[in-house]
């Protein structure tokens, strides 16, 4: 016989015997325990038993054939014996049942209404809110300390943030900044060739850089470099407990890993801000020059008489705050990060977004005020 096959024998007792016989395999054609239950009912059976006897070949798929029709008979009160079953389907038969069914996990979701979830989005903000006044006010304190000669900070990792977020950040701080320039420049000069005014892409492309778009561009460029280095780094000595470590020797972990990171970031943005002023300039000054017939000494002077004093002190004014953002939003999401790996990138990417979005409000928020005071 090769074909799987199930033979049910009443017998005193209330008692009835299934004879499976044949070969039980997934390509088969299984029998449905459905024929089994109604043959327990037919005969009011209160156990069933097994008789394996005839059985030729069996894999998986007897498994799960026991496995529904045990959760059959539960649902009548009958008895199920698995002792004439083969001891491979018996130990198989038992681990099954050790370890519990899992349900789907989508059975188990309830809808969730909308004032519910703005009301958990509102705690959540207000508890990110309090956690971020309260880090400011841990690094506020840290600050003090350093600079009355008590803070637990090391020169040399200062000295390594300083190298990490200032010489080692020239190099795409130079190639993102004179791309900037060059496209600024080649887009503004084909609208002032309309009018007949091309050597004015050096005031466009000069004060834009200085004021603001210089700024910019290096904190966008230093949250996803930087920002989300410092958030990894951080996050990564969670997961390894190596911040608690430093609690238990009383050694406070901003004081110890933040503060030398924010006071190393804030140092640099404004050197590299004005270092991406000129090299956005440079880069406008290449097209200006080579495809629009300007001579260097036109866009050198053209540059110098438009750019004011204050137009670099608001840049470098915006790029001394973008530096402290910037800091303080990857260690902060650092700080925060859970105990696995996952929480690590997840840390980062918010490092990442929480920066940049702290840098457009702070970029409005300066503009505007420079506005309103007429500078």
């Given at each position: 016989?090769?074909?799987?096959?199930?033979?049910?024998?009443?017998?005193?007792?209330?008692?009835?015997?299934?004879?499976?016989?044949?070969?039980?395999?997934?390509?088969?054609?299984?029998?449905?325990?459905?024929?089994?239950?109604?043959?327990?009912?037919?005969?009011?059976?209160?156990?069933?038993?097994?008789?394996?006897?005839?059985?030729?070949?069996?894999?998986?798929?007897?498994?799960?054939?026991?496995?529904?029709?045990?959760?059959?008979?539960?649902?009548?009160?009958?008895?199920?014996?698995?002792?004439?079953?083969?001891?491979?389907?018996?130990?198989?038969?038992?681990?099954?049942?050790?370890?519990?069914?899992?349900?789907?996990?989508?059975?188990?979701?309830?809808?969730?209404?909308?004032?519910?979830?703005?009301?958990?989005?509102?705690?959540?903000?207000?508890?990110?809110?309090?956690?971020?006044?309260?880090?400011?006010?841990?690094?506020?304190?840290?600050l003090g300390r350093l600079l009355t000669g008590?803070?637990?900070?090391?020169s040399y990792d200062f000295k390594m943030f300083?190298?990490?977020?200032?010489?080692?950040?020239?190099?795409?701080?130079?190639?993102?900044?004179?791309?900037?320039?060059?496209?600024?420049?080649?887009?503004?000069?084909?609208?002032?060739?309309?009018?007949?005014?091309?050597?004015?892409?050096?005031?466009?492309?000069?004060?834009?850089?200085?004021?603001?778009?210089?700024?910019?561009?290096?904190?966008?460029?230093?949250?996803?470099?930087?920002?989300?280095?410092?958030?990894?780094?951080?996050?990564?000595?969670?997961?390894?407990?190596?911040?608690?470590?430093?609690?238990?020797?009383?050694?406070?972990?901003?004081?110890?890993?933040?503060?030398?990171?924010?006071?190393?970031?804030?140092?640099?943005?404004?050197?590299?801000?004005?270092?991406?002023?000129?090299?956005?300039?440079?880069?406008?000054?290449?097209?200006?020059?080579?495809?629009?017939?300007?001579?260097?000494?036109?866009?050198?002077?053209?540059?110098?008489?438009?750019?004011?004093?204050?137009?670099?002190?608001?840049?470098?004014?915006?790029?001394?705050?973008?530096?402290?953002?910037?800091?303080?939003?990857?260690?902060?999401?650092?700080?925060?990060?859970?105990?696995?790996?996952?929480?690590?990138?997840?840390?980062?990417?918010?490092?990442?977004?929480?920066?940049?979005?702290?840098?457009?409000?702070?970029?409005?928020?300066?503009?505007?005020?420079?506005?309103?005071?007429?500078?």
């Amino acid at each position: 016989m090769t074909h799987a096959s199930i033979h049910c024998r009443p017998l005193p007792g209330k008692l009835l015997t299934v004879s499976l016989k044949g070969r039980w395999l997934m390509v088969s054609d299984i029998p449905a325990p459905k024929s089994i239950l109604e043959e327990a009912r037919a005969h009011s059976a209160k156990e069933i038993s097994f008789n394996s006897e005839g059985l030729n070949d069996w894999d998986s798929s007897i498994l799960t054939f026991l496995i529904e029709l045990s959760e059959g008979l539960q649902e009548e009160g009958i008895k199920m014996q698995a002792g004439g079953l083969p001891k491979g389907v018996q130990q198989l038969l038992a681990l099954a049942r050790a370890v519990p069914r899992k349900e789907d996990a989508r059975s188990g979701e309830k809808h969730e209404y909308f004032l519910d979830r703005i009301g958990k989005d509102v705690i959540s903000f207000i508890r990110s809110t309090g956690e971020l006044i309260s880090f400011v006010g841990e690094i506020s304190l840290a600050l003090g300390r350093l600079l009355t000669g008590k803070a637990k900070l090391r020169s040399y990792d200062f000295k390594m943030f300083l190298q990490d977020t200032g010489a080692e950040a020239v190099p795409i701080i130079s190639l993102i900044s004179f791309l900037f320039g060059l496209i600024l420049a080649f887009v503004g000069i084909l609208q002032l060739k309309l009018f007949g005014a091309q050597v004015y892409v050096a005031d466009l492309v000069g004060i834009a850089m200085v004021r603001v778009m210089g700024a910019v561009m290096t904190g966008i460029v230093m949250a996803g470099r930087t920002g989300a280095a410092f958030a990894a780094q951080l996050g990564t000595m969670q997961v390894n407990e190596e911040i608690d470590a430093l609690e238990t020797f009383a050694i406070s972990p901003v004081e110890f890993l933040v503060l030398p990171r924010m006071l190393a970031l804030t140092i640099m943005m404004p050197l590299l801000t004005l270092y991406a002023n000129f090299m956005g300039i440079l880069g406008g000054g290449l097209i200006a020059c080579t495809l629009y017939g300007i001579s260097p000494m036109t866009y050198y002077n053209r540059v110098t008489t438009s750019v004011s004093l204050s137009d670099l002190s608001i840049g470098l004014f915006m790029g001394l705050v973008f530096g402290i953002l910037v800091a303080l939003s990857g260690c902060l999401r650092g700080i925060q990060c859970g105990r696995d790996a996952s929480a690590v990138g997840s840390a980062a990417t918010s490092a990442v977004v929480t920066s940049l979005v702290a840098i457009i409000i702070a970029t409005a928020i300066i503009i505007m005020f420079c506005a309103v005071l007429g500078i």
